[in-house]
Nanobody, 115 residues
Framework: QVHVEESGGGLVQAGGSLRVSCAAS????????MNWYRQAPGKQREWVAS???????NYIGSVKGRFTISRDNAKNTVYLQMNSLKPEDTAVYSC?????????WGKGTLVTVSS
């Protein structure tokens, strides 16, 4: 069983920055990918960003240039640095770890951006 835990959410003013973390209970050197998703109140969950094993990254258009995904292999952790935050970024941010085609999810962390 792979355990995934997000942290770092909170309340921030529009224009501010926040970094959320996703820690895995396994080495992230041996996974297929780590993905960030978010679910805003009353909306469906949407994919935000991915880091594929090997280091390549992808982002949804609405966060390109503002969000950056990175990793710390020693800590088995992937980060999502969020800059220039907007009220519409308010959501529960969750991550999953994909290994051998199986996705393991955390419970999420709430990010609230005030206007």
């Amino acid at each position: 069983q792979v355990h995934v835990e997000e942290s770092g959410g909170g309340l921030v003013q529009a224009g501010g920055s926040l970094r959320v973390s996703c820690a895995a209970s396994i080495s992230i050197l041996n996974i297929d990918a780590m993905n960030w998703y978010r679910q805003a109140p009353g909306k469906q969950r949407e994919w935000v960003a991915s880091m594929i094993n090997g280091g390549s990254t992808n982002y949804i258009g609405s966060v390109k240039g503002r969000f950056t995904i990175s990793r710390d292999n020693a800590k088995n952790t992937v980060y999502l640095q969020m800059n220039s935050l907007k009220p519409e970024d308010t959501a529960v941010y969750s991550c999953n770890v994909v290994r051998y085609g199986m996705a393991y999810w955390g419970k999420g962390t709430l990010v609230t951006v005030s206007s």
